[in-house]
């Protein structure tokens, strides 16, 4: 089984709904990421989370919340979805600040 | 703030054949991480190799070694003996060495290279 895993790995939504994406990790770690990655631009990171109750904007957060439900989930929503935020949207996860990340499959949104 | 760069946004190789993929940054820091990761066409990111600064060593894992030079700024990634499997995008990735401050969490990647491999 996969140690991060992404759910929906694809979703097609519309202008103005409201839409969560998941994450949920195996891998006991207390670090925990979302990234956006667009054609051309590689990853930038929009949230991040040292533990449940440690959770900060990242690069891009604008048009994103994120709730870290426990220490192995955690969720990126898109309040009110735009087609901008078309893209493909990778989890992460760490033990620690130095340890290298572990990415998700990926989830490919689509915002029509 | 850190910069990535990788000035080849396409590039092929033959198989069995030697590549070479290049990557250069820019940090006012004397300690942090260097990364190499591949994205196939599943879309999943598979870390292929790391590199800590202060390690003048340039790190190797199997087919794979990169060309670490510090004061250049540069680092690259060898691919030897390229296989078909290897075709996919590869993502070079800093992060800072740093235990506190904004930086220190975060992976700042450059914008990807493509790798074609030809039978």
């Known amino acids: 089984d996969a140690d991060v895993t992404q759910t929906p790995r694809n979703r097609i939504t519309k202008t103005g709904k409201r839409i969560m994406l998941e994450c949920s990790q195996t891998k006991g770690h207390d670090r925990m990421y979302w990234y956006r990655q667009d054609p051309g631009l590689g990853l930038r990171l929009i949230y991040y989370?040292?533990?449940?109750?440690?959770?900060n904007k990242g690069e891009i957060s604008d048009g994103y919340s994120v709730s870290r439900q426990a220490q192995a989930k955690f969720s990126l929503s898109l309040e009110s979805a735009i087609p901008n935020q078309t893209a493909l949207y990778f989890c992460?996860?760490?033990?620690?600040?130095?340890?290298?990340?572990?990415f998700g499959p990926g989830t490919r949104l689509t915002v029509t | 703030a850190q910069t990535v760069t990788q000035s080849q946004p396409e590039m092929s190789v033959q198989e069995a054949e030697t590549v070479t993929l290049s990557c250069t940054y820019d940090?006012?820091?004397?300690?942090?991480?260097l990364f190499w990761y591949k994205q196939p066409p599943s879309r999943q990111m598979i870390l292929v190799i790391r590199q800590e600064a202060y390690k003048q060593q340039n790190a190797t894992e199997n087919r794979f070694s990169v060309n670490f030079q510090k004061a250049a700024k540069s680092f690259s990634l060898k691919i030897s003996d390229s296989q078909l499997g290897d075709a996919a995008m590869y993502f070079c990735a800093y992060r800072s060495a740093l235990l506190v401050g904004a930086g220190s969490y975060q992976l700042t990647f450059g914008k990807g290279t493509k790798l074609s491999v030809i039978p």
């Open positions: 992460a996860t760490s033990r620690g600040q130095l340890d290298e990340q572990y």
């Open positions: 940090t006012s820091e004397s300690d942090y991480y």
């Open positions: 989370s040292f533990d449940v109750k440690d959770i």
